[in-house]
């Protein structure tokens, strides 16, 4: 099983649309958790953290449930640049205190005009 | 102020070359990673670095790999012999490494192996 599992999709919806995704992590020593977002041969860039209690950053909204181990993104009032690739990750700290990345294989979302 | 650096950008060469790929991290970030990304399996954790020092290379796909973080500025990735499975892109990322912060990408090296 993946460390981090997560829907490739793609998922093509209408502009104006609301989409979520969820992704779920094997771990449940997982310390910390992040959305990535990575654009058409760019790297990956951060969209946001996830809470524990939820969090939200404009049109995104980030939850996390450590009790089943999946961490989602709403996106609400879709727009064609939210069109990209988005990363679930999944963070660990380890003996040497270094954390580690634990990066999804990615869910597509295409935003159709 | 400068992002992680990668370079090349792109690199084309013929199986059984040796291949290098730098970078260099965000200055004061002390934690640096290695990932490969191919369409079929994504983003991989190939090895990373605290302090300089590798932490865990259980990532790193064969012997034929190795990487080197001499000091805290610079780093590479190597591959001797190179085989054209290797074709994929090679990201860099940094960060502070305490407090689970968010990692900074380099905008990778696109190797083909012909």
């Known amino acids: 099983r993946k460390e981090v599992e997560q829907d490739p999709g793609p998922f093509n919806v209408p502009e104006g649309a609301t989409v979520a995704f969820n992704c779920t992590y094997s771990?449940?020593?997982?310390?910390?958790f992040f959305w990535y977002r990575q654009d058409c041969r760019k790297e990956p860039k951060l969209l946001m953290s996830?809470?524990?209690s939820g969090n939200e950053d404009g049109r995104f909204t980030a939850q996390l449930n450590r009790a089943s181990q999946y961490i989602s993104l709403l996106i609400r009032d879709s727009k064609l640049s939210d069109s990209a690739t988005y990363l679930c990750?999944?963070?660990?700290?380890?003996?040497?205190?270094?954390?580690?990345?634990?990066f999804g294989t990615g869910t597509r979302l295409k935003v159709l005009a | 102020d400068a992002g992680v650096i990668q370079s090349p950008r792109h690199e084309v060469t013929e199986m059984g070359q040796e291949v290098t790929l730098r970078c260099k991290p965000i200055s004061g970030h002390n934690s640096l990673f290695w990932y490969r990304q191919t369409m079929m399996r994504g983003l991989e954790l190939l090895i990373y670095f605290n302090n300089n020092v590798p932490i865990d290379d259980s990532g790193m796909p064969e012997d034929r790999f190795s990487a080197k973080m001499p000091n805290a500025s610079f780093s590479t990735l190597k591959i001797q012999p190179s085989e054209p499975r290797d074709s994929a892109v090679y990201f860099c990322?940094?960060?502070?490494?305490?407090?689970?912060?968010?990692?900074?990408f380099g905008q990778g090296t696109r190797l083909t192996v012909v």
């Open positions: 990322a940094s960060s502070i490494g305490q407090g689970a912060p968010e990692a900074f």
């Open positions: 996830v809470y524990s």
């Open positions: 990750v999944v963070n660990k700290g380890d003996t040497s205190g270094t954390y580690k990345y634990i």
């Open positions: 771990n449940s020593a997982s310390q910390s």
